[in-house]
Nanobody, 119 residues
Framework: VQLQASGGGLVQAGGSLRLSCGAVGSIYTIGDMGWYRQAPGKQRESVASIPRSGSANYADFVKGRFTISRDNAKNAVYLQMNSLKPEDSAVYYC??????????????WGLGTQVTVSS
């Protein structure tokens, strides 16, 4: 099982980006999915998470600006980021709690995608 993330890049402050992350492999089902970020010299922090069904949760610093969504049929999670600020610059990682077809449950991480917001 692997998570493949894409969609990062360079954008001016106030701009938007959409991150995508898809899970591939021998998957039975996926539970919670989420996005984390890590800026240089800082710890990795949770940005948003979404259960298989139900309401999403957001960190206070992205509420009203970012929207997380998922497509269970595609084993994918997305992060729409609007009104970006320079302090949003970081490597963004997707995470998913996956039960494989041999019924093993593990948390998987994507490799990360760089988001840079210029002022």
């Amino acid at each position: 099982v692997q998570l493949q993330a894409s969609g990062g890049g360079l954008v001016q402050a106030g701009g938007s980006l959409r991150l995508s992350c898809g899970a591939v492999g021998s998957i039975y089902t996926i539970g919670d999915m989420g996005w984390y970020r890590q800026a240089p010299g800082k710890q990795r922090e949770s940005v948003a998470s979404i259960p298989r069904s139900g309401s999403a949760n957001y960190a206070d610093f992205v509420k009203g600006r970012f929207t997380i969504s998922r497509d269970n049929a595609k084993n994918a999670v997305y992060l729409q980021m609007n009104s970006l600020k320079p302090e949003d610059s970081a490597v963004y990682y997707c995470k998913a709690d996956i039960i494989s077809r041999d019924f093993r449950q593990s948390a998987y991480w994507g490799l990360g995608t760089q988001v840079t917001v210029s002022s």
